[in-house]
Nanobody, 118 residues
């Protein structure tokens, strides 16, 4: 059974930075995709960034050039470095893992970590 636990959220001023972490317990197959999603109040959940097994990444247009997704396989940890944060980045951020071949269906979700930008 896989569990994903996020950390690193908080409150920052516009222009600031945060780094989110997601530790996976249990086995994440190398064929899995991992990513970060976010959901603001009254809005649908959206994918922010994704990383696939060969390291290729993709980003939502709204965060390109500001956010960077990475993973440390030895630590079973996924990261999201967020720079130049804007008030519109305020949301609950979720870590997710899924079989890439089964996109867009998500197999595992974390509990979320709140990011607030003022």
């Amino acid at each position: 059974h896989v569990q994903l636990v996020e950390s690193g959220g908080g409150s920052v001023q516009a222009g600031g930075s945060l780094r989110l972490s997601c530790v996976a317990s249990g086995y994440i197959y190398s064929s899995y995709c991992m990513g970060w999603f976010r959901q603001a109040p009254g809005k649908e959940r959206e994918r922010v960034a994704r990383i696939v097994s060969d390291g290729r990444t993709s980003y939502a247009d709204s965060v390109k050039g500001r956010f960077t997704i990475s993973k440390d396989n030895a630590k079973n940890t996924l990261y999201l470095q967020m720079n130049n944060l804007k008030p519109e980045d305020t949301a609950m951020y979720y870590c997710a893992a899924w079989r890439c071949s089964n996109s867009p269906n998500i197999d595992y979700w974390g509990q979320g970590t709140q990011v607030t930008v003022s």
